[in-house]
Nanobody, 118 residues
Framework: QLQASGGGLVQAGSSLRLSCAASGFAFSSVAMAWFRQAPEKGREFVASISWTGGSTYYADSVKGRFTISRDNANDTVYLQMNNLKPEDTAVYYC?????????????WGQGTQVTVSS
């Protein structure tokens, strides 16, 4: 099970940190990813992190502004979002695996809403 939290309504230029708490599986052995879905758009890859945390990968649209990290001792993955833009407005989902595409075979969190006002 994945439980995402930390979303909210912020102004452009602000920061937010999303958290995703995992349970029920060997979190420390699994790569993790964040995706987002804006209204009337498909689910879009944001960032991924290897099971050790030593390797990360970002979508071009967030590179340099977002940072993915994980705490294997607490079974949690984070997404630090800085310099937020209105186009970052979306529901953010955490997922197991490092693939950059949507797959129903992965575990998904319930999503947390991020709204960035201009």
């Amino acid at each position: 099970q994945l439980q995402a939290s930390g979303g909210g309504l912020v102004q452009a230029g602000s920061s937010l940190r999303l958290s995703c708490a995992a349970s029920g599986f060997a979190f420390s052995s699994v790569a993790m990813a964040w995706f987002r879905q804006a209204p009337e758009k498909g689910r879009e890859f944001v960032a991924s992190i290897s099971w050790t945390g030593g390797s990360t990968y970002y979508a071009d649209s967030v590179k340099g502004r977002f940072t993915i990290s994980r705490d294997n001792a607490n079974d949690t993955v984070y997404l630090q979002m800085n310099n937020l833009k209105p186009e970052d407005t979306a529901v953010y989902y955490c997922a197991t695996g490092a693939q950059t595409y949507y797959s129903s075979s992965r575990q998904w969190g319930q999503g947390t809403q991020v709204t960035v006002s201009s």
